[in-house]
Structures are given as C-alpha cells and as structure tokens.
C-alpha cells in the first residue's frame, strides 16, 4: 500500500472503494498494453530520468535482467487476460533501464513466447524504446526480422541532446544515436520505425526542435514534459510558450509528415473524440508494468512522486492482471471525471486537459486528487494548493503564484529576451544553472514576495521570522537582477523592463534592517553559490 513518507495515506488509497463502483455499475476496462522492463540498468545518466534521479530507487532492488521463469510467466498473463476479455489486439513494449542491454537473443525470445501464448487471430504489436546508442545494423536486421518496432528517445538537435542524454562520465550520446537514426530513415528498416520520444527542455528552441526531430524522418513524435509535481516544483512561464510555439509551426504546416502526438490528441478531443494518451483527456488507462522481479505496478512515471507510488503488491508469479484492475490506483485512473478534484471538475476544459498528466498531479498532503503542476501554464490566473498552516505563507505562495502568471501573459503579449538564448546562469532558488526566461520569472516573482514579509514585519505574528524572510529575499532579488542587466540575451523591452524592475526593488534595499540580519542573508546567499558552483562545476 503506498503511503507518505509520514505514514499517511495519499488519494487514492483509502478512498477509492472497487466495491460500491461496482454496485453502482461501473466495470474496469480491460488492460491492452503490457510495458516489460526487460533489463533494469541503463547506459546513459540521462539528468532528468524519473527512473534514477527522482523518488523511487527501487530498481536498486531488482534484478538487473529479467529472469527467464519471470517473462515467461508474464506472457502466459498476457494471454490469460487477453482471452479473460477476448481482446482482439494487445500492444507490448520492451522497456528498461536501456531494453538493448538484455541482448537482442532475449528480446526475440521474449517476444516470440509472448506472440507464441496468444491465440493465434490476436494481433500483437510488440515494440522498444530505446535510447539508440546500442542500435547497429545487425541487430536492427533481427528486430526486423521478427517485426519488433522501434522508438528512440531524442532531444531535438545534437547539442541539446548531449545537454541531458550523457554516459555516466559526462559524453554526449548524440553521435550513436545519430548513427542508429540514419540507419532507421533508410528504406531496409523504416518499416520498424516507430517514431521518436523528446522530453521538453524549455531553454532550448522549439522550432529548431521540432526541425532537428523532422530531419530523421520519423513517422511519429511524441513531445513530454518533464516529470514533476507540486512537491518538487517547476519551472513557471516557459512549458506553455513552449508548446504553443511548436504548435503554431506544426499546424502551419502545408504537409505534415510526422504527428505530434499531443498536438493530434488535442485536437482530437476539442472534436468531440476520445484520448489515446495519458496525457490529456479522460480516457481510462489501460497499461500495466511488469518489473524484472515480475512485479506488477503502475504505470512508470508514477515513480517521479515517492517511493512506492507505482507498487500494487501483485506480481506475475502469483496473480493475474485481472487483480491490478481492483488495485485503487489503477481504478482511479479509469474513472474519468470522478477522479478529478473539484478544480478540475469545475473546469471548462476538464474534458481535454483531463486534470493533466496523474503523476503531475501528485502533492505529498492530498496525494493525486490535485490539478496538474503544469495548470497554470495554460490557465491564466488561476492557483491551487493546499492550504499552509500559517496564513503568511499562504499570502507569500499567492504573490509569488500570480506574479507568474501575470509576467507569463505579458510575455504572451511582448517578448523580453531571446527565446534560442543558450546561456544559463546562478538563480539562488535553484540547484541547477537556469536559463535567461527563468531568471526573469524568478527576479519579478520574488521581488514582490519580499515587498509582502516587508509589509509583514508589523503585522505577522513571527516579526523575526518575517525580518528573515525579507533579508534573504531582498538580497537574492538584488544579485539576479545584477545578472540580468549584464545579460546580452535581453532584448530592448528587455533591458527596459529589468531596468525598471531595478528601480523598485532598489526601495527595498533602502530598508534599514539589524545588522546580523543582513550579514546572516549575505552569508546565506553565499553559501547558497558556493554549493550551486561545487554541484555544477563537475
């Protein structure tokens, strides 16, 4: 049963009862996708992995490659569901880790004894994601041979690519994957080429990104944003401009050769049709994972939450799949609008948007019955979150919120800098460098919140605690606007606007504070530096 940190059941469990849906009528939908986590280590140290870089580290536990007894008890499952429902087709997808390391012998075995317990009128799309640096003629010939299809994970151009997909001792992998993609554009193995998967890095072009993704010839693309929510944070005023610029392109275009998948979906929905992706709309999900040990769990984005998140307690070894479809967490996922929060439900666009992403809806207090993290990108104005204990920090989270969005829709309006801009710099609210547009955002944002404990310090009931506040802010406020009139990424608006933000926040440095106050704050931001220059200097 996954819990919080603190012992506390998190939404679903505990709530979601399979039991009275059931008297009331409703019925599971069968799964038709089966996600085998063939080999559990990976050769790449992507930095944004959800697998190894964020909360669930179970994959330490596990396994590395998946024993013979485990995926050949997973496809006896598959076939005993498929014929359980009389499922006329079922999808399967090789996953990982890197799926490539099991060796290309294991991969064809898998999927011919899954091919092999089906009945033989079901059809079977079995496939791979990949990250491609494994992929040689050789072994494309045998995936092709026993028509296993293929989608890379790649991030738009070379550069941008070995920004984040680097080997563990810091090489871009652009030039293997770029060879495997030649490879796949070509007549002999285009036929296997399922497409390409690109995780959004908002400091990076989207037009030169979906350009540089165009050029290797995929007959798909699917574009995600990074995994996060409202426990860790993101990045605010980018992923929606992002994504509308990429779509304005996209839809312009006279022929389009590759879908995006989010995109097509979109539209999709607001024509009245159903959603075939998790992302968006209210379709219920119908994936399951089996790990390596054989354990049957969630889908695998779940584990960028908190450890356990993705966990049913059922493995292939000893259940059927039937059983996950009484779990809570996978119910909840094929309730639609029940499974919405009351933000949600009241929303105009709950139908397409479909609350988001489930594990972008994650807040360790609520669990998932939350907005998306990402709401606010493309919802103007509004903010939700639970409710802090103390009703000043209520007050700074909702400055700081609609700042944002009110910086975000100017930006809309009139832009401030330059969007292909490549450099990054030190913000004091962050561990990694940030790109000019984040600066932005934060320096506007955080300006006002110090104007907000300023205010407080005469009528909060912790003065100390709001005098703090007000110190450390001020000071971080005062260094990044620094940065910002040295930037050459401004444009002229730019420049005028950070000129003027200057001047209003130099009335805060002007605010005469006790001096182990303001030296604690200058000692704070420096070792606030200090750390973001050891982490980043490796």
């Known amino acids: 049963m996954a819990e919080t940190q603190g012992g506390k059941q998190t939404w679903p469990m505990g709530a979601v009862d399979t039991g009275v849906l059931r008297a009331a009528g409703w019925r599971p939908m069968p799964l038709r996708e089966f996600v085998i986590k063939i080999h559990q280590r990976c050769n790449l140290a992507c930095d944004y992995c959800y697998v190894y870089t964020m909360a669930d580290r179970s994959w330490r536990n596990r396994p590395a490659v998946m024993p013979a007894e485990v995926w050949a008890a997973t496809a006896r499952r598959i076939a005993e569901h498929v014929q359980t429902h009389r499922l006329s087709q079922v999808a399967v997808v090789f996953h990982g880790g890197e799926p490539m390391l099991a060796g290309t012998p294991m991969l064809v075995a898998v999927a011919d004894a899954v091919r092999g317990a089906l009945p033989p009128e079901v059809e079977c799309r079995i496939g791979i994601q990949t990250n491609g640096v494994l992929l040689t003629e050789d072994r494309l010939g045998t995936l092709l041979a026993h028509d296993i299809r293929i989608a890379v994970s790649v991030d738009g151009q070379g550069a941008d690519h070995d920004a984040h997909r680097r080997y563990r001792d810091g090489r871009g992998s652009w030039t293997a994957v770029r060879r495997a993609l030649d490879l796949l554009r070509t007549d002999r193995f285009h036929p296997i080429f399922a497409g390409l998967l690109c995780t959004i890095d908002p400091a990076v072009d989207p037009v030169a990104c979906y350009q540089a993704l165009l050029e290797h010839e995929p007959p798909a693309v699917d574009v995600l944003l990074p995994h996060a929510n409202w426990a860790t944070g993101i990045e605010q005023g980018v992923f929606g401009w992002w994504l509308a610029r990429m779509f304005d392109v996209y839809f312009d275009q006279p022929v389009?050769?590759?879908?995006?998948?989010?995109?097509?979906?979109?539209?999709?929905?607001?024509?009245?049709?159903?959603?075939?992706?998790?992302?968006?709309?209210?379709?219920?999900?119908a994936v399951a994972v089996?790990?390596?040990?054989?354990?049957?769990?969630?889908?695998?984005?779940?584990?960028?939450?908190?450890?356990?998140a993705a966990a049913?307690?059922?493995?292939?070894?000893?259940?059927?799949?039937?059983?996950?479809?009484?779990h809570p967490g996978v119910v909840a996922r094929q309730l639609g609008v029940a499974a919405l929060c009351d933000t949600c439900r009241s929303c105009e666009l709950r139908e397409v948007c479909g609350g988001g992403h489930y594990?972008?809806?994650?807040?360790?207090e609520t669990g998932f019955l939350n907005p998306s993290v990402y709401c606010e990108e493309t919802a103007f104005g509004a903010l939700a979150l639970t409710l802090p204990e103390r009703p000043e920090h209520l007050a700074a989270t909702m400055v700081h919120e609609f700042q944002h969005s009110k910086l975000s829709a100017f930006l809309d309006l009139l832009p401030l800098y330059d969007p292909q801009a490549k450099g990054k710099y030190f913000a004091p609210w962050r561990p990694d460098p940030r790109p000019i547009g984040s600066l932005l955002q934060g320096a506007y944002a955080f300006s006002a919140v110090?104007?907000?404990?300023?205010?407080?310090?005469?009528?909060a009931g912790d003065s100390v605690d709001a005098t703090r506040h007000f110190a450390e802010l001020r000071e971080q406020v005062r260094q990044v606007i620094d940065t910002l009139v040295g930037s050459p990424h401004l444009n002229e608006d730019g420049r005028q606007f950070v000129a003027q933000l200057r001047e209003a926040h130099a009335a805060q440095m002007t605010v005469r504070l006790p001096k182990t106050v303001?030296?604690?704050?200058h000692a704070a931001l420096s070792e606030t530096f200090a750390a973001w220059r050891a982490r980043n200097s490796r």
């Open 518 to 521: 303001v030296s604690s704050s």
């Open 312 to 326: 049913t307690g059922l493995s292939v070894l000893t259940d059927p799949f039937d059983a996950a479809l009484e």
């Open 359 to 364: 594990a972008h809806r994650y807040r360790p």
């Open 450 to 459: 110090g104007d907000l404990w300023h205010h407080l310090r005469d009528h």
């Open 290 to 308: 089996v790990e390596s040990d054989g354990a049957i769990e969630q889908t695998d984005a779940l584990r960028s939450t908190f450890p356990g």
């Open 256 to 285: 389009r050769h590759a879908g995006i998948r989010l995109f097509d979906e979109i539209v999709n929905l607001h024509l009245g049709g159903a959603s075939r992706s998790e992302h968006v709309g209210l379709s219920p999900a």
